[in-house]
T-cell receptor
Framework: NAGVTQTPKFRILKIGQSMTLQCTQD?????MYWYRQDPGMGLKLIYY???????DKGEVPNGYNVSRSTTEDFPLRLELAAPSQTSVYFC????????FGPGTRLTVL | GQNIDQPTEMTATEGAIVQINCTYQ??????LFWYQQHAGEAPTFLSY????GLEEKGRFSSFLSRSKGYSYLLLKELQMKDSASYLC????????????FGTGTKLQVIP
């Protein structure tokens, strides 16, 4: 099993650009999550999904969108990137404990 | 809501034992996780407690007291590679397994 994979690993965006962070899991987990982690801070939940076709907002959803068309994939969309979205983004999946992807390091300039 | 309190930083000596405490206030408590996060890497699962008591897994043990809203992670025979942040994460019962992560305790192991 590859576990949870994320692409890209690094990205630099200009203000106002948009992009999609990809996340795929091969463990047939129902639950999937997107977090952001700012330097020296804890994980903040952006969006989550309890199964294909079902998504909901977490603590910090503004500026982001998600979709869950399949069990495996849970992409995160950033529209109109802002410097405040500079962060490390982690995707995770679970049926009990969470398994995390390696993260995407995003810088918005 | 959930409030989580754990020390920001700790330092311990290689070969020693260290205990990282976590207190939490969680409505509808449904278990507590501990994760390890090395600098620049993703968190990895260490332990899960849902009942009171001690769970031992090799050099790592985790304790839970539900009535006190208290947990600790015990690391024995410390190694340099144990230098990392340790995240306490209580879970609230509900449809999506809501887990809240604390800001973590940064442990530095020194020779």
């Amino acid at each position: 099993n590859a576990g949870v994979t994320q692409t890209p690993k690094f990205r630099i965006l200009k203000i106002g650009q948009s992009m999609t962070l990809q996340c795929t899991q091969d463990m047939n987990h129902n639950y999937m999550y997107w977090y952001r982690q700012d330097p020296g801070m804890g994980l903040k939940l952006i969006y989550y999904s309890v199964g294909a076709g079902i998504t909901d907002k977490g603590e910090v959803p503004n500026g982001y969108n998600v979709s869950r068309s399949t069990t495996e994939d849970f992409p995160l969309r950033l529209e109109l990137a802002a410097p405040s979205q500079t962060s490390v983004y982690f995707c995770a999946s679970s049926n009990n404990e969470q398994f995390f992807g390696p993260g995407t390091r995003l810088t918005v300039l | 809501g959930q409030n989580i309190d754990q020390p920001t930083e700790m330092t311990a000596t290689e070969g020693a034992i260290v205990q990282i405490n976590c207190t939490y206030q969680t409505s509808g408590f449904n278990g507590l996780f501990w994760y390890q996060q090395h600098a620049g890497e993703a968190p990895t699962f260490l332990s899960y407690n849902v009942l009171d008591g001690l769970e031992e897994k090799g050099r790592f043990s985790s304790f839970l007291s539900r009535s006190k809203g208290y947990s600790y992670l015990l690391l024995k025979e410390l190694q340099m590679k144990d230098s990392a942040s340790y995240l306490c994460a209580p879970r609230r019962s509900g449809g999506y397994q809501k887990v809240t992560f604390g800001t973590g305790t940064k442990l530095q192991v020194i020779p």
